[in-house]
């Protein structure tokens, strides 16, 4: 750390005139870097274990060769898209409607998440083999290699994510004024509103690949999945895994790539997103409104200084997390609840840690609100808790709701479907009514009253609460894919049964964690967006007001003060209330656009699964002996038809995405943008909880059915509960998560085009104009 | 009218000084009683046709009986509530939180729309059996006993509804200041908008009948329809409507419970309702914002003239929608086209007829905006016919949507679903575009920029001509039901295959009329929940200041002025603005709402069946010779089964919609309640849409795969297209049409506790207050 102050002093005295940087905030580049070193370490550990026979090292390296073909292929994609985007971008600026540093950071941010994908994938389809050969020696042999695998994803994507976040920051508060004086940041006044409205735009690269992670992932893994289980599981009679099924690959690669690569980016997008719309919040609280400064230091001073509080909770979360994994041990005859224990150990400490240790820390920071910034975080941290157990109770065949579901299948399958669906549809109450809780209290704790953005500041506290210990909840998450992968080697290289039921225990554990993540995914989602809506009209009136310096600097040819306009005047000038039109307009596209966005990949969903179906029935038909065992299934086909597909697929979903807000700006205003987003936010958390929970409960009435309730597998009741855990598949693994992606990207799109929307009559809208 | 005008003059005199009403304002009431001499008209015509043989008539009777059983029973329970909710009213009028007057008027509203559904019912089942015997004539005589029929509801829905508001408003304008001066209402000042916003709240009584009609309806015919179904078709393989099934009578009353009476209530309830808001708006917008005065009159002589607006759109409405009826006329050998087209021609003349006739009777009623408020009246009928179209789109088989479904259930029942939800999922998009459109247009057109009242009031009139030709719509809604009984009719008491047919094509028309009847029944709602939402807001300004006069009065003993608030400062005093977090909580909780309570009517409808389903099972088992048609099937058990269902299952549904909004308010106040019914439409509009659409669709894909295709009937094509049906039943006719009603319930429950809400903290709500 020394060597780090060092730097800073040198910086500052080279550079423009710079307030130091609290010390605390040096913890939040330090642990980025820790994170990454112990992913490092938690890779090469893993990497030491033998990965078992060649059986299974043959399968492994099909699933890795699959999977990695399929990252190909998207970042590929993602590249075209990304180009396109950064031309967008440089034209923007171009026309001063952007700033110029904004293009490269979008690179930035899609860069790293990028990466994040690509490592947890490599380490992921890495330790499938080895946790299964690891699962034959004892249960805990297998749970360490597949959570410490998990880890490596978890701790990559908090660590970059941070790391992101702080170089850029050094670099445009101290590295800009230095290279570029008088340029972009400017030098004199207090350049924070500038920098962190600039940087809330990194969101961007990061939601961008977020989108194609997600979506794409969700689309790829469910046409495998649903195409392997209609013709292997249905039509052939062949069980799950089994090597005889072409398609059999391309499903245990889409595990990887959409509850891996797809939950990290979701999740590395809310993280980096909560982070800094919170920064952008604290400092446009105590500049503009004036409230909360600290005696005796300057709004700069004051500004960093709550900067600095969501990087140190994000700092503090990396280190519990680690400690958190070396927290996981179980004993060799671990029954189910003993094993999810165990993992909730970890959860459990490292959140209380979080709740222990902020207190202090915030306290040390210098924060006058301290305790009441601390008092979000226990909300944020609350209120994930809450959804992850709501989410357990309904999805869990420990409980009434899916227990409810597996009757119903006993009477007929459209009883079972009316069933999970009315299951899913009430499902969202409980986790509305802990994030408007959540909500209200931070918001109001923090001074919501007397300073509107100082509320919000404490809404975005919440969400990196919630968030802060991503790195060990992500490592539960993709620790599920990791066993469920270990599960269908052991099966396809012909293991000892003992094994195949050790790592289904672990697999049944993970979709236990996964169900509970993607709730946690989903509500950080609806907090983050919060956040970020409201430091999107920060943004705007950042824009507003520096297109109106450049305007005043054409026509006079010379400098004027930048106008000063608090939030209160902004607040009248875009009349953001709900009888205005334009916002009602957009709150009703807003909920539209969530519906039909969910058709669109549903039904992707559904032309991808054809192709497999296809494809699968050819196989079995024209390849000899493939039923028998004698002839070789063709399996890269099934995975690149599973990759074409999904690529193919999302392109209008994209589309969709990133043209709605663009549309309904131009046409509506700011309003119109505003009341989109907010409508997308409300109706997309309680659609996008209805169908992840209506999923997770029929596939779980299944399970119930098959461990022998209701006649047990075979039973008429189990093919009911077939049919709903099918229509399940799509809701709970691609629609429902892809609305997380929708609800924020939609939001960042609107940040980075905000120039475009306020260059056309202020922010108004063609409607409006046309009218006055 | 001469007599009438006498008696307006006599009022005038011997009441206090009321200026004179506009003399079209006297169309409402006369074409209100126009409307009920046809209903008996049509009523008496359909009623001397004969009944058919014994068979028929005993099975008619069986009929009527079971649905005059349900009125019977429904009406105890509405009486229990009424009684209730009356008793609350009066509690909260003796502490000044609610106008005397109020109570009295929420019975009239519920009596005159349950009147409606009584004659509804009367008729529609004293006319299957009629339409039956004529259809052994002829389809056209078939057609015309339905459809006259039909007409009944209309004209009596429409009469009812206009007479009780223009006979009310009489009564206060002229009647009060003559009984009670000094009381209740003012004498001297204008006394217009305490006149509407006290009439505002005679929605509340249409709207707690519609929630019982609508909601119990909804869950009575679908327990009556998937019981018999699934035992009946699917267990003891008989036919439909097959007299041998114990259930058969319950599916028929259900017919009528539902489409009828349900219909018939909802729609009720939005007619009134949006005239109602409609006169609140534009007395608001001409008294308080003063814009939109008519030179050399007073404020109040305006206000009757912006009053009259809508009860003349009404009125025209009126007399378009009798003449229509008279229009409809089909040829014997006519296929499906040419009768759809032949409804098709009463349904387009009538609104040509209110697209011509509405401009020279708004300029010959003086209003000064006249072109612009006809163009509102354009955009309402737009909308209508936009939403109607793409409802066919999507739920016909003569289009792509059904058809893939179908498609992919040649795949699986599980891909049939997933497609169906997805076309559901996509339908809202056409439909909510319109509304928005509808709303936009309006809204500027009528004024909005600069009198947001004037807008808003606009947004009112498109509702009031979406639904002016109600009259006309509603009697083909009910004509459906009406053929499908008489097709039922027809089959039970074995009249020639040549007579079930011609029933069976007059039906498949009906599930045509159906479907856009309830398209247009949501796109209405959403319409008048806007204005009713606007016309809200009013109610408080109101509130606010008679409360404030009453305090000031108890304090000082002395008359002070009433304080005058004006939108604006009265806009900046309750924030709706989209970052109020009590907004935002109001959202959130809105849309969760939603999905939650469709969530109960679903699951309602699966225990309610459940009960059903055990009842035909016990029957089959325990009645000998039942199924060989020699043993008679206790219908009447199952009637009565479905009658206790529906009354006890709608209970707890009926809580949720009133309660919800009074706790939300009492919570985060006036904004939290603004919010909160913001959230329940956009969300509710999508999800109904949703919901009815893919219901909607999965029924006509498996009637296009009965007329042969993909195998055709018994192929598995069909049976997972069954299964499809089976679970758009609660979708279509229960969960989605109810949301409907949840959406205006919650408004009016808003608009009657308005001053219980109000109170709390100057309507801020307990959060406000405990942070201040």
């Known amino acids: 750390m020394e060597g780090n102050t060092t730097a800073l002093t040198v910086l500052t005295q080279t550079g423009a005139d710079r307030a130091a940087l609290p010390l605390l905030w040096w913890l939040g580049p330090i642990t980025a870097i820790v994170a990454l070193i112990f992913a490092i370490h938690f890779y090469k550990q893993m990497m030491q274990k033998p990965e078992g026979n060649d059986k299974m090292k043959f399968i492994a390296q099909a699933v890795r060769e699959g999977a990695m073909a399929y990252l190909q292929r998207q970042y590929k994609v993602v590249g075209i898209v990304f180009a396109i985007l ?137 046409a495998a999945d649903v195409g392997a289980d209609l013709v292997g599981k249905v039509e052939a009679n062949i069980p799950e895994d089994d090597p005889r099924n072409p398609a059999t690959i391309a499903d245990n690669v889409g595990d990887n790539v959409g509850d891996v690569a797809g939950m990290g980016a979701d999740l590395y997008e809310s993280y980096a997103g909560s982070i800094l719309a919170t920064s952008a919040l604290g400092v446009a609280a105590v500049t503009l409104a004036g409230s909360g400064l600290i005696p005796g230091k300057s709004p700069l001073e004051t500004g960093l200084i709550y900067i600095t509080a969501p990087i140190v909770l994000a700092a503090l979360g990396i280190v519990l997390s680690i400690l958190a994994v070396y927290l996981v041990k179980t004993r060799d005859d671990a029954d189910q609840s003993q094993l999810i224990a165990s993992l909730s150990r970890g959860l459990n400490l490292s959140s209380l840690g979080i709740a222990v240790l902020s207190l202090p820390l915030l306290y040390i920071l210098g924060l006058p609100n301290f305790l009441a910034v601390w008092i979000c975080v226990l909300a944020g941290l609350v209120v994930g808790l809450v959804i992850g157990k709501s989410t357990e109770y309904y999805t869990s065949h420990a409980f009434k709701p899916t227990r409810d579901i597996a009757e119903q299948a006993d009477t007929s399958s459209a009883t079972a479907l009316i069933e999970g669906l009315a299951v899913g549809m009430e499902s969202g109450g409980i986790p509305v009514a802990a994030v408007v809780t959540g909500i209200m209290v931070s918001y109001y704790v923090a001074g919501g009253v007397d300073n509107l953005l100082m509320g919000l500041f404490g809404v975005g506290i919440a969400a990196v609460g919630m968030l802060s210990t991503l790195g060990f909840t992500l490592a539960t998450d993709a620790y599920g894919p990791i066993a469920d992968n270990a599960g269908g080697n052991a099966e396809m290289s012909g293991l000892d049964r003992s094994v195949r039921q050790r790592t289904d225990e672990l697999d049944a554990v993970g979709n236990t964690t996964a169900a509970i993540g993607k709730g946690f995914a989903i509500g950080s989602a609806a907090l983050t967006s919060m956040a970020l809506l409201a430091a999107y009209l920060e943004e705007i009136r950042l824009v507003l007001s520096e297109l109106r310096h450049v305007e005043e600097l054409l026509v006079r040819g010379e400098m004027i003060p930048v106008m000063k306009m608090t939030m209160d005047n902004f607040m009248d000038f ?199």
């Open 86 to 222: 950064f031309v967008i971008f440089l034209v923007l600026s171009f026309f001063k409607l952007q700033n110029p540093i904004v293009p490269f950071a979008f690179l930035t941010g899609g860069l790293f998440s990028g990466l994040c994908g690509f490592f947890g994938m490599k380490t992921a389809t890495n330790a499938s083999a080895r946790a299964a050969f690891a699962a034959s020696n004892s249960l805990n042999a297998g749970l360490q290699v597949a959570l410490r695998a998990g880890a490596v994803m978890g701790l990559v994507v908090v660590g970059f994510a941070l790391l992101d976040i702080t170089l850029w920051f050094l670099l445009l508060y101290f590295g800009f004024p230095m290279i570029f004086p008088n340029n972009f940041i400017s030098v004199t006044a207090n350049p924070l509103p500038q920098i962190t409205a600039i940087m809330l735009s990194f969101g961007m690269g990061a939601s961008t690949q977020a989108l194609f992670a997600r979506v794409g992932g969700g689309i790829y893994t469910k």
């Open 574 to 772: 875009y009349n953001v209330s709900l009888l205005n039109p334009a916002v009602l307009a957009g709150l009703f596209t807003g909920a539209a656009t969530a519906f039909f966005f969910s058709a669109m990949t549903m039904r992707a969903v559904g032309r991808a699964a054809t192709g497999m179906v296809e494809e699968v029935r050819r196989q079995f038909r024209e390849i000899e002996g493939i039923l028998e065992g004698t002839g070789r299934p063709d399996y890269a086909r099934c995975v690149a038809i599973s990759t074409a597909a999904a690529q193919r697929e999302m392109i209008a979903p994209a589309m969709v995405a990133i043209i709605v807000p663009v549309v309904i700006g131009i046409v509506f205003g700011i309003a119109g943008v505003l009341g989109l987003l907010a409508g997308t936010l409300i109706t997309g958390l309680s659609l996008a909880i209805t169908m992840s929970n209506a999923g997770g409960a029929w596939d779980n009435a299944k399970k119930y059915i098959e461990v022998g309730k209701f006649g047990g597998k075979g039973s008429p009741a189990h093919k009911a509960a077939v049919i709903g855990d099918t229509v399940g598949d799509p809701f709970k693994d691609t629609a429902g998560p892809s609305l997380n992606i929708l609800i924020k990207l939609m939001t960042m799109v609107s940040v980075v085009f905000a120039g475009l929307i306020v260059a056309f009559g202020n922010g108004q809208g063609i409607i409006y104009m046309l009218f006055h």
